[in-house]
């Protein structure tokens, strides 16, 4: 699955991306696929929390 990921991820980017790109857009992929896992499994916030979250920063 990584290096279909990997692959996936770097033929969306430009030619001119630089290593640093490529890892960012990498990190960036895993973590929305973790919080939409996450959500699926019911272990995100709900709102009401995240709200309540929020008000604490």
């Not at 001119?16 to 959500?39: H, M, V």
Request: proline fraction near 2%.
């Amino acid at each position: 699955m990584m290096k279909e990921l990997v692959m996936e991820v770097t033929s969306t980017l430009p030619d001119t991306a630089t290593i640093d790109d490529i890892i960012e857009a990498i990190y960036i992929r895993l973590k929305i696929e973790e919080g939409i896992e996450d959500a699926e499994n019911n272990k995100g916030l709900s709102t009401e929390e995240l709200l309540k979250e929020i008000e604490k920063w």
